[in-house]
């Protein structure tokens, strides 16, 4: 007799050989064993299928798929459709689970009869070897005045301002239902930017209580060469996305409540992604954002950027520590000239495993 999975842990995988290993050894590890792990080789061109593949070999939870490289929505959406767990996690194929991370939200789905918990998590800075924690409780508090140590769940109504701006937007800072996730059909966007941050506007809008885990089980990986440190992704992605938003807010008749939050929402993600790309880029993405926004809201849009702009005194020197892109670096500015020195990167410590 074939026991129906408990969890359903859904995992696309791109290029990630120095690190899927790892990743899957928190799975096979952990204290809860009824789970299946649904493995999306997007195309890689390393040896992340072979790995994947032994793992499939000597562990038959682990099931592994194949698709033409078409980005981490498509996949995950792919796997949400193959998935027979109850419930539903996501894990990105460079970051890695504490052992006893099914066993926790498991106990506590039972606890609360949820259909979403939420959960902390830890990041982990490959190039410094630093960590920093990610705590929802406190964020929710300072930004929001939601007091989820009074109250052990929230909705997007709670928040009052800032539904759409909520920094976590991400799928693998929660744990989901199987059911809820059918009947709200949430789905990730088709493009290889902001694709997660679709499915969790579609979560947060129909989720009556998100329930909170007050505890670290997440490890998330910030690395050169990742997707959303890198520039390998299109002009046209974001744009893409906004519009996939733009229409499911229509469809679910809250365009009108929630157009200015969507319009803050667009001019806080554009002018971050700014901040991201390579200097090379910059000329034509804004070519492309004032083609795409009024007037107006391109202006809010550039005085979004100057506002994360250097004083006069640091134009003239500084020394900073920075983070793009993954890598620790050294910025030193002498009369508006910069020098960029790389840091070497620290192995990591066994804070996080």
Sequence with gaps: ???????????????????????????????????????????????????????????????????????VGVARNFALEAAQGKYIMFVDPDDWIEENALEEIYNYFIKTDAEVIEFDYKKYF?????????????????????????????????????????????AWTRAYTKEFLDRVEAKFAPVRLGEDHLFCIIVLLNAGKIFYLDKYLY???????????????????????????KEYLIKIDLYEQLKDEFKNHLNVCLAWHYKIISSDMKKAYLLKCQEYLTRDEYKKMLSEIKRCN?????????????????????????????????????????EGN
Aim: glycine letters at 4%; a positive charge.
């Design 219 to 245: 490890n998330y990986r910030c690395r050169e060469g990742s997707i959303v440190n890198s520039n390998s992704c299109k002009l046209n992605d974001y744009f893409e996305y906004f519009e996939f938003v």
């Design 126 to 170: 490959e190039y410094s070897g630093n960590w920093h924690y990610l705590n929802h409780a406190k964020s929710l508090k300072k930004d929001y005045g939601v007091d989820l140590y009074k109250k052990a769940y929230y909705n997007w109504r709670d928040l009052k301002r800032g539904a759409l701006l909520r920094e976590e937007l991400h």
């Design 310 to 350: 250097r004083s006069l005194f640091e134009h003239l020197f500084s020394v900073k520590n920075d983070y793009s892109f993954a890598i620790k670096r050294k910025i030193i500015t002498i009369l508006g000239f910069k020098i960029k020195i790389k840091m070497k990167p620290k192995s990591k410590t066994a």
């Design 1 to 71: 007799m074939v026991l129906t999975p408990l969890f359903s842990i859904i995992i696309p995988v791109y290029n990630v050989e120095p690190y899927l290993s790892e990743c899957l050894d928190s799975i096979a590890s952990q204290t809860l064993t009824n789970f299946e792990v649904i493995c999306v080789n997007d195309g890689s061109t390393d040896n992340s299928l072979s790995i994947l593949e032994e793992y499939a070999k000597r562990d038959n939870r682990f099931k592994v798929f194949t698709q033409e490289n078409q980005g």
